[in-house]
């Protein structure tokens, strides 16, 4: 139960800085793993260390690939820490990572319904009706205001041969503050606080278990 409260703590501390200024002060990690670590020394079995060291080293090649950013990895990171636990065939930490991306599924399809109002925006792009269905999707309009706020994100839009065309590609070239740009309203690729889905795939986790165990039939909680 300790356990679980601390990472809960951890992670609701850190939801709350990323959704008010996007950046999240190590101490909030470093707390977080110390105290686990003091409530967690004897819960660092030897058949825990392939499962957390197999999930390390997926964590890593993602910061490699810069698919995540910094702060995203390290919560994950120090769910292993603050949650070890040797049931199941995944350790918390991942189970929550499988539980918080599959919530983060639903953003793209809110960004779409919150952009059916900016269709006639993409009239002035030169691209196939596919790639603006797209664009509704992964993209959005944005002010230098909104931009301040936002603060991680890429520009969607480019001028090719005197025409405007959008550049969706870019939303795959991972998380980075973007560059201030001198035309309003601009077409971004925005990214989301990721800590939010953390915290309530971290709470998924506590409620309904190991992810695989279910796709099984079984729940096995942790």
Request: with cysteine; aromatic share 12%; proline share 19%.
């Given at each position: 139960m300790l356990p679980s409260l601390?990472?809960?703590f951890m992670l609701l501390a850190a939801?709350?800085?990323d959704i008010k200024s996007r950046e999240i002060s190590d101490f909030t990690w470093a707390i977080g793993?110390?105290?686990g670590l003091i409530v967690n020394l004897d819960n660092y079995g030897w058949s825990y260390l392939p499962k957390a060291l197999f999930f390390l080293a997926f964590l890593s090649a993602i910061w490699i690939t810069k698919l995540m950013g910094e702060a995203d990895i390290l919560a994950y990171a120090s769910l292993l820490v603050t949650q070890p636990s040797t049931a199941g065939y995944?350790?918390?930490?991942?189970?929550?990572?499988?539980y918080s991306n599959l919530l983060l599924m639903a953003a793209p399809i809110y960004n779409f319904?919150?952009?059916?109002k900016n269709m006639k925006m993409l009239d002035e792009f030169d691209e196939?009706?596919?790639?603006?269905?797209l664009a509704l999707f992964l993209a959005k309009p944005a002010y230098k205001k909104d931009l301040e706020r936002i603060k991680y994100y890429d520009i969607a839009e480019v001028i090719v041969n005197g025409r405007k065309k959008l550049d969706i590609s870019r939303s795959l070239s991972g998380i980075k503050k973007g560059?201030?740009?001198d035309r309003e309203?601009?077409?971004?690729?925005?990214?989301?606080?990721?800590?939010?889905f953390i915290l309530a795939g971290h709470i998924i986790t506590i409620l309904l278990g190991d992810p695989i165990a279910l796709i099984f039939g079984m729940k096995i909680s942790y």
């Open positions: 601390i990472s809960l939801a709350v800085q793993c110390l105290l995944i350790p918390p930490a991942m189970a929550t990572f499988i319904i919150k952009n059916l196939p009706y596919f790639r603006k269905i560059e201030t740009p309203p601009v077409w971004i690729i925005p990214t989301y606080p990721l800590m939010p």
